[in-house]
């Protein structure tokens, strides 16, 4: 399948190719939530909970900014989830979080044995920086945030902002449909963890909507067919769910019509072995 044409008359690379480079850019950045470096380097910063970690590392980008802006930026959070990071800023300025949030990367990258070599590392900034060259960030509050971000000297780290660039301006994009498609914070979550691609005890506690916030967010969705009575997924739920990420796709087609649908899926390879690395090293650990 093909996306329509980009301003411009640019042609658009493949849907299944956006979608498989995205799904590598997401995989090569979301270990920076989750691993205990980023923990050690944010209780260095006097902070130790992990909800006001997460807010500060990802929104450090944005600048000294009251949490009701993180809130809007992020979206699916409650209000009583974000506020928790009052005082994040007065513990360490945003640029001193941004820069152990690079140390975290880089320990952890490390530590979980990542290692691209020089040609993989030059080969795929050679893809992704002609991309982020042209995006248009308009609507786009966290890549545009990230983008203003000095790229640091480590090659690999430099790569991995790029990605977390790029990761963030699909995540920008989804909210706008989902917006678009009426799914509320707290509704887009309902609806995510009935696919079970997300366990709801998870997201439950991370993003902080109550019991009466999340059953009145699913009594809305049994309202539109996407969910039965019991608060099972249903066929046109799941529909609903899929045509919200193709629409996203489309979204993002633009994004990468710079290197075209080979250029993606050889980025989407070239990266491939950062999220390797972290689920082979989660599997050893289980194990």
């Keep these: ?33 989750l691993a205990p470096e980023s923990t050690e380097e944010a209780a260095a910063l006097g902070v130790t909970e992990r909800g006001p970690r997460y807010m500060a590392f990802r929104a450090a980008s944005l600048g000294a900014v009251p ?20 005082g994040v800023w007065d513990a360490a300025p945003p640029e001193r ?14 530590r979980a044995g990542v290692a691209l070599g020089e040609d993989r590392l030059a080969e795929a900034r050679a893809l992704i920086d002609p991309v982020l060259a042209r995006a ?32 963030e301006w699909r995540g920008d994009a989804h909210l706008v449909v989902l917006a678009d498609n009426g799914l509320g914070p707290c509704d887009c979550l309902v609806l995510h963890t009935a696919t079970g691609a997300v366990p709801t005890a998870l997201v439950r506690e991370t993003r902080r909507w109550d019991d009466e916030e999340w ?13 039965d009575a019991h608060g099972t997924l249903t066929a046109a739920g799941a529909a609903a769910r899929e045509r919200i990420e193709t629409e ?6 633009a994004l990468w019509a710079p290197i075209g649908a080979d250029g993606a899926r050889r980025l989407a390879s070239l990266v491939a072995p950062i999220g390797e690395a972290f689920a082979a090293r989660r599997a050893h650990e289980r194990g």
């Design 215 to 227: 059953n009145a967010a699913t009594a809305r969705l049994i309202a539109r067919g996407w969910l």
């Design 1 to 33: 399948m093909t996306a329509p044409t980009a301003p411009g008359g640019t042609t658009v690379t493949d849907l299944d190719a956006v979608r498989e480079v995205s799904r590598a850019v997401s995989a090569a950045h979301v270990f920076i939530y």
């Design 67 to 86: 949490w009701q802006v993180v809130l809007a930026a992020f979206y699916n959070f409650s209000p009583r989830a974000v506020r928790a990071m009052t």
């Design 136 to 167: 248009d960030h308009a609507g786009k509050v966290l890549a545009a945030a990230n983008a203003a971000v000095a790229l640091p000297s480590d090659p690999l780290l430099a790569l991995w902002q790029q990605l977390t660039i790029a990761r």
């Design 248 to 253: 996203t796709d489309e979204h993002c087609a």
């Design 97 to 110: 979080w941004q820069a152990a949030r690079f140390r975290a990367a880089g320990r952890a990258m490390r």
